[in-house]
């Protein structure tokens, strides 16, 4: 038995789960989302409503606090149900604007259409002692039902652009050969590697120069040198403490600094400090780029096929255009050419096609572009949805080879009822098209205005 809420007034309906309620079964109708009473198996319900393409993306409330590990799962705790009701319609509005079957297939959308449906949503790392990799990202774990490392997912969806970095929460070093983060690290000799080191006064003669433990220099008679056998009476006149103060049990080698080694405590590698691999955790947030992403649906996941094509974000590439310009300047020049790539009838192919077939031909596309650049090109997509690529020690000629190249495979995307996608190529050599003072966002705007 499960209660359910009905409010006429905002036709908003939540189901209320309990320990012996069950979910909804794939198929049948949902609710407009959940809230779940406290239970032993409220984790586990909030992991499988998070994990399944239909309810993934579903308003889901807690009665009560949260625990550490559900706060990022769950929708903001409100005190009364209007309030929840509430917060569900304005979630409800926002996932109103995207394709709902796009939600369903991509994982990448999902977790993008998560931040876009709740304003100030942020992906948020959480701390579990006891997981091998000590930090991981609920809400990406769950959407994706722990099928995806969640640190690497978050991570290649900020390379392209669609997440922004926030807060620093931590930085931690894991072990290279397992990736674990559970590191006992201890001081050794540097002599022959073994722990078991102590440390030890240590005394400095001045008459012969030579160093001890304190406690070969002592006698009843106070202080002797048992090298040179000098009386040592004043300190910094006869003799001095040395920065020397371990001594290895092992093979009496004395040190004033101990090696570190790094002791992998889930799989025993020894490493340095030097080779563990540090790892920083930050807070994401949804970037303007995945924000029309999020909202251009399926034209944004043919585009997303071209970033295979050496792609990199449009800041650091937007600084090596900026750099290659300032170069340009100066004689002897190394030329290069600029193409900014377009689709214009991308959007009406992708309708009158459909998303299946449509989708197959721009892979294929993206495939044969691929074959046209070089290793050292390197391209970039416009928040226009132009895809720009940078060719490197290339002549106007060579980069207006490359263009003709791109526009003849206009014909390689003939249907067999003639319709075929444009494909309008703008071309830019240096120095020849020069113009002083001109930087890469002036240059971009430029030629994707003409
Ligand atoms: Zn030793
Ligand atoms: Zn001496
Ligand atoms: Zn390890």
Not at 31 to 56: C, H, M, V
Not at 61 to 69: H, K, R, T
Not at 226 to 254: A, M, Q, V, W
Not at 400 to 413: H, K, M, Q
Request: aromatic share 8%.
């Amino acid at each position: 038995m499960h209660g359910e809420e009905l409010n006429a007034r905002a036709a908003i309906r939540l189901l209320r789960l309990d320990d012996d309620s069950v979910l909804p079964a794939e198929g049948e109708p949902l609710p407009a989302g959940f809230i779940l009473s406290a239970g032993k198996k409220r984790a586990e319900r909030i992991e499988a409503i998070r994990g399944r393409n239909d309810t993934a993306l579903l308003p889901l409330f807690l009665d009560g606090e949260p625990a550490a590990g559900e706060i990022e799962l769950v929708d903001a705790p409100s005190s009364s149900e209007s309030e929840m009701e509430q917060t569900a319609e304005s979630i409800l509005e926002r996932l109103g604007e995207i394709d709902q079957n796009l939600i369903r297939r991509n994982l990448d959308f999902r977790l993008l259409a998560f931040l876009f449906s709740r304003k100030n949503k942020t992906l948020r790392p959480h701390l579990d002692p006891y997981s091998p990799g000590l930090y991981s990202y609920p809400l990406a774990e769950a959407l994706s039902m722990q099928e995806l490392d969640s640190d690497r997912w978050i991570q290649d969806l900020f390379e392209k652009g669609y997440l922004t970095e926030g807060v620093l929460v931590d930085r931690i070093r894991r072990c290279p050969k397992c990736d674990g983060a559970h590191i006992n690290y201890v001081e050794t000799c540097p002599s022959c590697d073994s722990i078991d080191i102590h440390q030890v006064p240590f005394i400095h003669c001045f008459t012969c120069g030579r160093v001890a433990p304190q406690e070969k220099f002592l006698t009843d008679s106070g202080l002797q040198c048992p090298f040179c056998h000098t009386k040592l009476r004043h300190i910094g006149s006869d003799y001095d403490r040395p920065l020397e103060n371990y001594e290895c049990r092992d093979c009496s080698h004395t040190f004033n600094e101990p090696k570190i080694a790094c002791y992998c405590l889930l799989c025993g590698k020894r490493s340095t400090p030097e080779e563990l691999v540090p790892r920083s955790f930050r807070e994401y947030a949804l970037s303007d780029k995945g924000f029309m992403a999020v909202r251009s649906g399926v034209t944004e996941e043919m585009y997303m096929l071209l970033d295979t094509l050496n792609y990199m974000k449009p800041e650091p590439f937007n600084y090596i255009l900026d750099w290659m310009l300032r170069l340009a300047q100066r004689p002897p020049v190394d030329p290069f050419g600029l193409l900014v790539v377009s689709f214009p009838n991308l959007d009406e192919l992708s309708a009158t096609m459909g998303r299946h077939k449509s989708l197959q031909l721009f892979d294929a596309l993206a495939k044969r572009l691929k074959e046209l650049i070089r290793s050292t090109d390197i391209s970039t997509r416009t928040s226009r949805h132009n895809l720009v690529l940078l060719l490197p020690k290339t002549p106007k000629t060579g980069a207006g080879i490359v263009a003709s190249r791109i526009r003849d495979l206009r014909e390689f995307t003939r249907q067999p009822d003639g319709t075929v996608l444009d494909i309008a190529v703008k071309l830019a050599g240096f120095p020849d098209d020069l113009r002083r003072g001109e930087t890469a966002e002036l240059l971009l705007e430029r030629m994707q205005g003409e």
